[in-house]
């Protein structure tokens, strides 16, 4: 069984940088899509980014042109780097790894970390 650990979250001032890492254990990771989602307070979850096991990406239209998502398949890790963070961008943000992008919701997930970013 995959596990997964985020880690990187933390308070940020709008406009600032910020990049989040997801370690994966196991050996399927190559092969896995792999995902970050993120959940505000009183707010369903959404997807944030995605990426394939080929490195094809999606993105949320709200992070569009500000994160980008990328993996290190040596280190088993996926990266989410946010630019040009919003006070919207606030959530607990968790990764998550299916064998493909449309299962990810069912795959298995992180215990989340926290992003704030403060105006």
């Known amino acids: 069984q995959v596990q997964l650990v985020e880690s990187g979250g933390g308070l940020v001032q709008a406009g600032g940088s910020l990049r989040l890492s997801c370690a994966a254990s196991?050996?399927?990771?190559?092969?896995?899509?792999m995902g970050w989602y993120r959940q505000a307070p009183g707010k369903p979850r959404e997807m944030v980014a995605a990426?394939?096991?080929?490195?094809?990406?999606d993105y949320a239209d709200s992070v569009k042109g500000r994160f980008s998502i990328s993996r290190d398949n040596a280190k088993n890790t996926v990266y989410l780097q946010m630019n040009a963070v919003k006070p919207e961008d606030t959530a607990v943000y968790y990764c998550?790894?299916?064998?493909?992008?449309?299962?990810?919701?069912?795959?298995?997930w992180g215990q989340g970390t926290q992003v704030t970013v403060s105006s």
């Open positions: 196991g050996s399927t990771f190559s092969i896995n899509a």
């Open positions: 990426i394939s096991s080929g490195g094809s990406t």
């Open positions: 998550a790894t299916a064998r493909i992008v449309a299962r990810l919701e069912s795959g298995v």
